[in-house]
T-cell receptor, first 111, second 111 residues
Framework: ELKVEQNPLFLSMQEGKNYTIYCNYS?????LYWYRQDPGKSLESLFV?????AVKQEGRLMASLDTKARLSTLHITAAVHDLSATYFC???????????FGKGTKLSVKP | DVKVTQSSRYLVKRTGEKVFLECVQD?????MFWYRQDPGLGLRLIYF???????EKGDIPEGYSVSREKKERFSLILESASTNQTSMYLC??????????FGPGTRLLVL
């Protein structure tokens, strides 16, 4: 059974600091997705990582995938308040590719 | 841009009522999904569909059914609503193994 674990589940950061969110998954998969959810809103797609060693960057966020370690990271550089949100990773399961989501990391960036 | 719309943002229903949640996407996506999102439990897949008139159970289908009569529309039905179905319901669609696009969500309260 595929399980997806994120840590930390809660993260309080100061503006300007760097931090990393980790996403571990339990069985082989070559597709990993990152989403952002603002309070009371739906999920917005951030990154799709489709191969080992894939790295994608958008602004202050950078995501990477290590399929051998079954690990993806979401690195936040010089955090700003606008990045406050809940971040989810999701892993494709089986041939149909349904997604299994982690429980999310609630990020709060304080001035 | 992909647009996924849901028929209601907020719904209040009584126990035992039949509830219909509708989802429409405008990008000719073959795959559509219904999730529920609960605090501490993340997103859980209820049902999904890969084609018109086709449906597959997800991880928590009990108490729910779905209908997909047209490619763009995927309906979630609660045959007899119960209080434990109070939740945020999210619809999503995608093409192939690409990222999922989510609707705005329906917050359902069952009294």
């Amino acid at each position: 059974e595929l399980k997806v674990e994120q840590n930390p589940l809660f993260l309080s950061m100061q503006e300007g600091k760097n931090y990393t969110i980790y996403c571990n998954y339990s069985t082989t998969s070559d597709r990993l997705y990152w989403y952002r959810q603002d309070p009371g809103k739906s999920l917005e797609s951030l990154f799709v990582l489709l191969s080992n060693g894939a790295v994608k960057q958008e602004g202050r966020l950078m995501a990477s995938l290590d399929t051998k370690a079954r690990l993806s990271t979401l690195h936040i550089t010089a955090a700003v308040h606008d990045l406050s949100a809940t971040y989810f990773c999701a892993v494709g399961r089986g041939s149909q590719g349904n997604l299994i989501f982690g429980k999310g990391t609630k990020l709060s960036v304080k001035p | 841009d992909v647009k996924v719309t849901q028929s209601s943002r907020y719904l209040v229903k009584r126990t035992g009522e039949k509830v219909f949640l509708e989802c429409v996407q405008d990008m000719d996506h073959e795959n559509m999904f219904w999730y529920r999102q609960d605090p501490g439990l993340g997103l859980r897949l209820i049902y999904f569909s890969y084609d018109v008139k086709m449906k597959e159970k997800g991880d928590i289908p009990e108490g729910y059914s779905v209908s997909r009569e047209k490619k763009e529309r995927f309906s979630l039905i609660l045959e007899s609503a119960s209080t434990n179905q109070t939740s945020m319901y999210l619809c999503a669609s995608r093409w192939g193994q690409e990222t999922q696009y989510f609707g705005p969500g329906t917050r359902l309260l069952v009294l």
